[in-house]
């Protein structure tokens, strides 16, 4: 280690490997040598895994490196599921540091049933002497955000569970939470969510940025958490001011939002939102203005690929460095596509579908950046404009759109291997022109326009079962709408539903209105039938007006 350490002091150079790294930071930290602890830690960072992240952070603790044990215990948070299934290592923390990482409102899990697996696994590891620890353990579990089959057929008569009696307290909450979910409209007063169901916080926020509402562009921007279900309005909206049609793009922390319409200009403009420091700014503009733009990301590099002008359609595509803040162009596209939708798999850009100014495309290409060229594959099954595609497990998936007639439902995967099709299940609702982005390794179909008017409604898509789901929709309802994910923001309690304590009582609250609507849609329905029964004939009452026409949206598959 002196040796290693004579050599950093003379030529400012050390190597650093797994086998030396423990023993070369003690020794640095020992002899108060800066300069080498900080590689160390660094190194240490860069090679964190779920195999290591525990000894890690326990070590950076020893040592009282708190910047390498913060970074640990980030990792054993985001990555915990990985963690639980493949580290050794978790299965001899003590009792109080497993609780203090089940326990966190940070853990990254989607299910519980992932906590809830870990525990019985580190009992499993000793039962003699950690059965006992069971009832700790269970009080960090959410247990009530478990599925109700689950928690009855995996842990209410759990051996560990039935042969403890001090586990009872929480078995009878949990089930009286878990059944009170039926009868919550019949309590008085307000109705708190108890901890055993109060959602962790996300490790992932989606952003859904701008659009189309109603008969206007807006620069509406709203966040999406997760693990609460519940859509947020962000206040610091871009003060350059209305965006519909354009793109988005995520690099680190900054998004990015490019091209777009406002209802009277086509834009080249480029505007960036720092989600940490919340502040706008202005980019390079692009080469050519694009509006109905494709936008994709690739090592950091952003893409912007044809679009509309406000003339003609774009076959033309081009990169944006952010270190350089300049934009070039790259080889164009086969065909012209405005209303397109593009994503990155396998270290490649693929767009498909769009419109080329005469009908609406079910061609798609593949851009390699290796060789600046691009290549046309497979075409899809239908035709799509308006459409999203986003990569998700090894396939690139293209959802809804507008096939010349009607809007869609429908969707495909494209798998790279085969350079074929094939078809998914369909949406709930049919749509186009909305954003999509993958979290919680599910697809997200967010918001759009029907063929009526334009609409909140969310729902996901997961392979596993492969169905669609229904989620909470937006604040507001619009299309030409683009959505990003961010991961990792150290400010993410800014973007998550602040009152978790409130979720039973807002689901009370959306409840009873339902209620009070059926019973009115029920009067409604009783007094027509009367009316009809006895007809008045001294007393002619006018019919309500129609609802505004929803279908002024400006959508230029549809214009054309």
Request: with cysteine; proline share 4%.
């Amino acid at each position: 280690m002196m040796n290693l350490l004579l050599e950093y002091a003379y030529l400012r150079s050390i190597n650093v490997n797994n086998e030396n790294v423990h023993q070369l930071l003690i020794t640095a930290d020992y002899l108060n040598i800066l300069g080498v602890l900080e590689i160390c830690s660094e190194f240490l960072k860069q090679n964190l895994a779920p195999e290591n992240c525990i000894s890690v952070m326990r070590f950076a603790r020893e040592h009282l490196c708190k910047g390498l044990e913060n970074s640990a215990y980030c990792y054993v948070m985001r990555h915990f599921v990985q963690v639980a299934q493949r580290s050794e290592e978790i299965l001899n923390l003590p009792i109080d540091e497993l609780t203090a990482l089940t326990g966190a409102d940070e853990l990254n899990v989607k299910n519980e049933d992932t906590v809830w697996e870990l525990v019985l696994k580190w009992i499993n590891y000793d039962p003699q002497s950690r059965k006992g620890h069971i009832v700790d353990l269970m009080k960090n579990i959410r247990l009530g955000l478990l599925d109700t089959q689950f928690f009855l057929e995996n842990v209410k008569d759990h051996p560990y569970v039935t042969g403890n009696d001090a586990c009872r307290p929480i078995i009878i909450e949990t089930l009286k939470f878990l059944y009170d979910l039926e009868i919550i409209t019949q309590k008085d007063g307000e109705v708190p969510t108890p901890e055993i169901a109060r959602p962790r916080v996300p490790h992932e926020i989606l952003f859904a940025i701008s659009g189309w509402s109603g008969r206007t562009a807006t620069n509406y921007i709203e966040t999406y958490d997760t693990r609460a279900d519940r859509w947020i309005k962000v206040e610091e909206v871009d003060p350059n001011g209305l965006r519909s049609y354009h793109g988005t793009a995520v690099v680190g922390f900054n998004i990015y939002v490019i091209g777009g319409f406002d209802g009277t200009d086509y834009f080249n403009s480029c505007r960036c939102f720092n989600a940490v420091n919340k502040v706008w700014r202005e980019v390079a503009p692009m080469n050519a203005r694009r509006c109905y733009v494709s936008v994709a990301v690739l090592n950091d590099l952003i893409y912007a690929m044809g679009g509309y002008d406000g003339y003609y359609r774009q076959s033309t595509a081009e990169r944006y460095n952010y270190k350089t803040n300049q934009w070039s162009l790259i080889a164009p596209m086969n065909c012209q596509r405005s209303d397109a939708s593009a994503t990155t798999l396998n270290g490649k850009i693929y767009i498909t579908g769009g419109f080329n100014g005469h009908e609406c495309l079910n061609s798609a290409e593949m851009y390699d950046p290796e060789f600046n060229q691009w290549t046309l594959i497979a075409p899809m099954r239908s035709r799509r404009s308006g459409v999203s595609c986003i990569s998700y497990h090894s396939h690139v998936y293209v959802i809804g759109g507008f096939n010349g007639i009607s809007r869609m439902c429908s969707g495909e995967r494209y798998n790279p291997t085969t350079d074929a099709w094939s078809p998914i299940p369909d949406m709930y609702q049919s749509r186009s022109n909305f954003a999509i982005e993958v979290i919680d390794d599910m697809i997200f179909a967010i918001g759009g326009f029907n063929g009526v008017t334009t609409i909140d409604h969310v729902e996901c898509y997961d392979e596993k079962t492969n169905e669609w789901y229904g989620a909470t929709g937006m604040n507001i309802c619009r299309s030409a709408l683009s959505a990003c994910v961010i991961m990792g923001l150290p400010n993410v309690n800014d973007y998550i539903h602040k009152h978790r304590e409130r979720l039973m009582e807002e689901k009370r609250q959306k409840l009873l209105a339902l209620e009070v609507h059926r019973s009115q849609h029920q009067q409604q329905q009783d007094q027509a039938q009367q009316n009809h029964e006895n007809p008045v004939v001294n007393e002619i009452v006018p019919a309500p007006p129609p609802p505004a026409p929803g279908g002024n949206e400006r959508n230029e598959s549809r214009q054309n």
